[in-house]
């Protein structure tokens, strides 16, 4: 009993009391988490309508480097149409310059270009895209990767539009 | 058998009415987190059909999370009345 701080008579609060959730606040709770998930899928729906709507404006060229920046069976990223939007330049041959939108149709993972096999390989679930066409060949991914089309102008290349 | 009687009778019911409402209560809640669990399968379509850039089904899933979410307004509100009255 000498042990109780003296705080403690004036406030005789019990853990046991405090902590006791009623029916009612977990109710309460519920009904909160129902609203949460129901304004994250409201969010997400947003979202798309709005990259739907982005996705509709007329893309301009634009220069994504030179020619001899990239050797033979080498790759690289550049973003188009805009920043934030990661495409992948591959250069399969030593005239032939390949490019796609680099997030996989499945779920928006990076692929990379596996230049033994000649194709694109999405890591997260083994998607596999073929590097010429970008079709699918193996894996979940449900569509092709978005094509972006290339123009050579003298050691310049360009971006200039995208194939979705 | 006069008074004593009925206020047994009377004690009886009351239980009685008071188990059976416990019983709507506790199967209202069961109800709830049954939709809310509906609300995340919906939850995570939806985030994959964003994720995958196919968007067709978005609308439809933020459509069926809102239908649930009035569903568990409407059950708890009828909790919160039963309860109030």
Wanted: aromatic fraction near 8%.
């Amino acid at each position: 009993m000498a042990d109780v701080p003296a705080w403690k008579d004036d406030f005789p609060i019990s853990w046991a009391d405090d902590h006791y959730v009623t029916r009612r606040e977990f109710t309460k709770s519920l009904v909160l988490v129902s609203c949460a998930t129901f304004c994250a899928n409201g969010a997400l729906a947003g979202m798309g309508a709005l990259e739907a709507a982005k996705s509709g404006v007329v893309t301009e060229p634009k220069k994504i480097g030179l020619v001899t920046d990239l050797p033979v069976g080498g790759s690289r990223v550049f973003e188009y149409p805009s920043a934030g939007d990661p495409c992948l330049l591959v250069r399969i041959d030593a005239d032939r310059f390949v490019a796609f939108g680099q997030k996989c149709t499945h779920l928006g993972c990076p692929v990379v270009y596996r230049k033994e096999k000649k194709q694109l390989h999405c890591p997260c679930h083994e998607g596999t895209f073929n590097a010429e066409d970008g079709k699918v060949i193996a894996g979940p991914p449900p569509r092709p990767l978005p094509r972006i089309d290339l123009e050579r102008k003298g050691d310049e290349l360009w971006a200039v539009a995208i194939r979705k | 058998m006069g008074s004593g009687h009925s206020e047994v009778i009377n004690t009886r019911r009351v239980r009685a009415e008071r188990a059976q409402g416990m019983t709507v209560v506790y199967a209202i809640m069961v109800a709830v987190i049954l939709l809310i669990l509906l609300q995340f399968l919906l939850l995570m379509v939806a985030l994959e059909d964003f994720l995958s850039g196919s968007r067709a089904l978005l609308w439809g899933a933020a459509a069926g999370s809102g239908a649930c979410f009035a569903a568990a307004c409407w059950l708890i509100r009828y909790i919160t009345v039963r309860r109030s009255t």
